[in-house]
């Protein structure tokens, strides 16, 4: 009989140390709000400005903040302790009449207090700072032509940490960009995404671990990507206990670029999302309606189709392979958008220690 309690005993204790001892972790692509196609493939100067007004109408048409309501309910209803974000875009307007302008991160904040929710910015990798840029929507042309308005965009990636987290610390954020870098060339000069990483060092009940979050450049630079990828694994994901989070933009399947392969070869990264699970799409949400650019994100049937978001973890960081689960797959209301982002984002749990 004794024991037996002593046995007993012992699956409470380790139950009880599982749960304490345990994170759950998100990755989600904000999304922008459009294709940024239009601008990157005109010819010549007055292509570039008719793709920025057809990019910021569709921005506009896309509305973060009735999608970032959206996002904010998923949060509500999985209670991630550490979030990873990416495309954390800030779009600013100015001239004589211009358009609302959208801060995606404020926007976001704004709707987590409205649920009661408080997740404090540990850190921001601040990646393509793009423009200003003439931008010809109504009310932002003159009569004889000259246009009165201008529009900026900024890329973000951010980690959000949830202050309600009983017994999780942090500190020391970095970020630091890519060496290896896309450089594209414009009608109206050179632009690069500035692709980094970005991390804080913490604590769950006094077991270290770090956190990172990245976005690596698309599948149509792969030498670029690869190289993103090699020097992730050769800085921030070198070592120790690593929960590593992100659009990684490399299909799990191996269709695409050979980064996924490094990141979760042995010795590396183990993906947790679990082999016998669903195929885990998370991208990308497609459409085509002209006169708006791609990504209108009026597509009422789903096309995500490759898995590129992850959440990887390495050391004393594991999964069970199962608890790993999708949201915002499904369109959150009845017209567009029908989705709060192009991408699918992932929510699983971490367990630290033994």
Known sequence: MFKKLIAVLGILLVS????????????????????????????????????????????????????????????????????SLQEVSKWTTAGLNPPPGYDFLAILQSELGTRGLSYSVAVVSNNANIGPAPLVLPGC?????????????EDRDVILVNDNTQGLTWNNPRSEPYEAQVVIETPVG???????????????????????????????????QEAQAAEFLAVPGKGGTIIATGDFNSASDGSTTTSYAKLTAPGKFRDTWGEYQSPGWTCCQESNTPPLAPGALNNPVSTLQTRIDLILSRGAARSDGYSAQLVGDTPFQAEPPFWPSDHAGVVTAIQLGP
């Open 16 to 83: 009880v140390t599982t749960q304490a001892d345990q994170l759950k972790v998100m990755t989600q692509n904000l999304y922008l709000g459009s294709s940024l196609a239009p601008a990157l493939e005109a010819q010549t100067p007055a292509e570039f400005v008719e793709g920025v007004a057809r990019i910021y109408a569709t921005v506009q048409y896309t509305n973060f903040p009735v999608r970032a309501a959206a996002i904010a309910d998923e949060i509500l209803a999985t209670e991630p302790d550490l979030i």
């Open 141 to 153: 042309v003159q009569p004889d032509q000259m246009i009165t308005c201008t529009v900026q965009l």
């Open 190 to 224: 050179l632009l690069t995404f500035n692709r980094s990483w970005a991390s804080i060092d913490a604590r769950l009940n006094e077991i270290p671990f770090r956190f990172l979050n990245t976005h690596l450049e698309i599948e149509d630079f792969p030498f670029v």
